[in-house]
């Protein structure tokens, strides 16, 4: 089934369709640039504060995995659950980036990207 993409397109003046791991990934991405709280559809819904401050590790302890996964199971999507987060070295310069571990519902494999 194909869902409708994060943010919404028009293509030729119809709404743009993704397929469900995109659009996921996609929400995925603006969760993780969302400061926590800032959505009034739910009171935990963003994680970029995760991402900052003194306190940032190599890896995101397994509490903050929970709670993502909890808020996603809340708003009722279960294709996938986060497994690991953790930081990526950085280039002299360049901003930290993160690398999150996902596996869809029911599968032996996971998949990576870039957050």
Do not use: C
């Not at 993409?5 to 659009?23: I, S, V, Y």
Request: aromatic share 10%; glycine share 8%; charged share 25%.
């Amino acid at each position: 089934m194909s869902s409708i993409a994060f943010p919404l397109r028009f293509n030729h003046g119809l709404l743009r369709k993704t397929d469900e791991r995109d659009a996921f990934l996609t929400l995925i991405g603006i969760m993780a640039r969302t400061p926590r709280g800032s959505w009034s559809g739910h009171k935990l819904f963003g994680f970029r504060d995760f991402f900052s401050g003194p306190a940032i590790r190599r890896q995101l302890p397994d509490p903050t995995i929970e709670e993502i996964n909890r808020v996603l199971g809340d708003l009722g999507l279960t294709s996938y659950r986060v497994e690991a987060i953790r930081q990526e070295p950085s280039s002299l310069g360049q901003p930290e980036s993160f690398v999150m571990t996902l596996r869809p519902a029911g599968a032996d494999h996971s998949l990576e990207f870039s957050i």
